[in-house]
């Protein structure tokens, strides 16, 4: 039990701890008294907020699951025209954010929008304004929620399904199966921790959004959690809303690692890994699924950058006024800085996780995914609360001075802060690439005289190669994305180009928006294009 | 090359460090044209404008919880209740200079904070369905009035402006009158409350509804061109109107800002403030923002003159109050079921 004990139990510790401040500090409410809100919220929009809030998720879940899975299956096991574009062309979807993809919608379809400019354009004056379909409201929101989030389930789940064996495919056949039910039995089953991942950090996603609901005027809890904050000054009533939005996520979790039980998705190791063979398609079916993609394609990515592209060739001055390098090199420190700190730490967890075996630190680590549940504004907060009881604290007791302005304000502290909001995504992504690795190659390696470390240099580390190019450009596109937390606790004269678009969308400046936004959208497409080879090579 | 670095390491440090002389600036109002004031300010006195923008409630929390070592002196946000709520909260310092109080009115400013640019929320209405007979001595309060049922388009409840227009009516009309007032203009609502000022006055273009009620500079804006042809040849289609002149005034609100309570360069950051407030400064803001201005001897923007400049402001509710009153309006529109 002493060997347990290791630097590895320890480091992997220390980082849940971390992660966990803010879940703690929102916790800490339930010891505080609230304020008069909770009785107007209760006699009002309580229940609808609750109640759209279900709605919002089942129907991006739903929506996410169809087009992430389906394009993953299609793209995997099928040949048809332009199987090979869409491979890499489907995850371009990521460098859209949710906020953008609102703003694109919106201008779009509102009254004497670009939609009635293009009518009008075509078919001269007409009253277009009440036959155009307004997909504002719930339908908006799920819209642009779904396309700009199926991306994780597509991405994992094509990478589960670049692992499925050949073997399991033909022992579908051999069973009689059709391609439906193999489908149904065996494909979509064994590519479950895959799905399962990717779908938890699009709930996460969609139950902590605030401004694409907001901009389409649905209220869900993010809404009374705002409220209570902004509004009403009751910061313990906020905090206590997001706990018991992070204990539904939790138990959602629980749920689904019950029901998983203690089901094994390493892959054999006895046969060998055959690598698939792909079906070719003829006639219809390569039709349709060509169309499918070309439509999720079209409307995922496509669609919001012709928007934002309108607006900046209508209007170029807001482009030209942008200072382009600046934004450029602020966004990529920021990126890259993250990007080492949150892999290096992953690994490390992961392996304490791994070497230990300990049930207490797997619990631990689930409540890593506080970072991504918490709406981002409120996990800001925590975190500065948390700083300033700290830095009151250290003062009091041990002397020291003001630890403050290291922490808030400061590329630290931002870099800490996404550290904890994005730790989840590395962890997990990390931990479905060790999923993989049969335990028995580690004590092989041990066998042999190997220490641990050497093991991970030499064994671990190639095998997850994938992944962390994976994890890499998941993080990259994250953080570029990344506003409501940046917006709060950057250094003065720090814009991003998130930030910026943010600054002209909220003064109803769209159009000046789009120059940021469309700039944001390619350097993200950059990257996806850049490293599409390594993530999906067959 | 090691040594290079480590001597280009230091000096840029410790360049950081020196004494520059500046102002930072915590600043909820995010125009391009305020940086360009900043730079001219920089250009004229030396002194460095820091300035990071971002939304209300997550700068003042910056604020409260960075305490005395915060680097913030001035706070700009474009609400008076925001304003007097951050000044209730005691984070506020005497702004006050000689300059800054004779070119304000004192309806406009209070001892922590000042207004820098005024603006008006008020009603729009298409001239094909509403005649100028119907809106004859047209009110706030007569918007609750049955004969506009399903009429009327506003935007959310959770927008601060509607906040601060609610405060005022709770100011002028008591709790009681204006909870009944809520509930029948949400009985008048054209639809659910959605999309922002702009999607209000568009509404009516559209034939969504009669009267819309937003503030006057977004009508400047669209009228501009900036926001393309289409929605330029809209606005044309719905006219403005200015509510409440036989009696107490147009609601109005302002842009301000006032000195933090900790802040290092007090001296810089009235200089900013007064700054903001010449004839310059102010013709440059209301050219490109379509406020009208706090100061005498400046006109606003031809657009905004052409919705009719001469109406009656109301010089009587002192917007220092909208703070207080901002969250019990809040609760008035919630239990109204206002979206």
Redesign the interface.
Known sequence: MVNKINIWYFSSFIISIIVAVPIITVFSSFFETTGG?VS?LK???LLDYIYNSLILLTGVLTLTFIIGVGCAYLVSFYKFPGVNFFKWALILSFAVPAYIYAYSLTAFF????TA??IL?NLFGDG?Y??HIPKF??MLGAIISISFSLFGYVYVLTRASFHYQSQNLLELGKNLGFSKQKSFFKIILPSARPAIVAGLSLVAMETLSDFGSV?F??V?TLT?GI??A?????D?TLANRLSSYLLIFILGLFILENLSRKKAQYHTSSKGGFKSKSVIQLFNYKSILACLFCVVVFFLSFLFPVFQMLYWTI??PKHLL?LNLIELFSNTMLLVFLSCCVLILLAFISNYGNRVSKSKFLEMLNTFSISGYAIPG?IL??AF??F??WLDLNMINYLGTE?I??IF??SILGLVLIYFIRFYSLANNGIKSGYLKINYSIDESAYLLGYSKFKTFRNIHLPYLKNSVLLIGILLTIEIIKEL?IT????????ETFA?KAY??A???LL??AAAPSLLLILIASCFILITSRYILKD | MKKLILIILTLSFFKSMSLANEVNVFSARHYDSDIQLYNKFTSQTGIKVNVISGKDKSLQKRIIEEGKNSKADLYITADAGKLGLFDSNGMFQNSMSPAIKSAVPSNFRSKNWTGIAKRARIIYYSPERVSANDLNGMTYEALANPKWKGRIVIRQSNNIYNQSLVASLIDNNGKKNTTEWAKNLVANMARDSKGNDRAQILAVAAGEADLAVANTYYYALMLSGSKGTEQQAAAKKVLPFFPNQGDRGTHMNISGGGILKYAPNKDNAIKLLEFLLTKDAQQHIVNNTYEYPMIEGVEPHELIKQMGFNFKQDLKTKVANYGKNQAIALEIMLNAKWK
């Open positions: 809100y107007v006699n009002t929009f509102e009254n004497y929008g009635f400019s009008k009253n304004n009440a504002d409201g907001s389409f005027g209220s809404t705002y409220n904050w902004i509004s009403f000054d910061l209508i209007f006024d504004i800001a907060v500065i609360t700083i300033s003001s403050k302005s808030i304000g409501p917006l709060i606790m950057r250094p003065f004269n720090f930030t600054i002209y909220s003064q109803d159009e000046a």
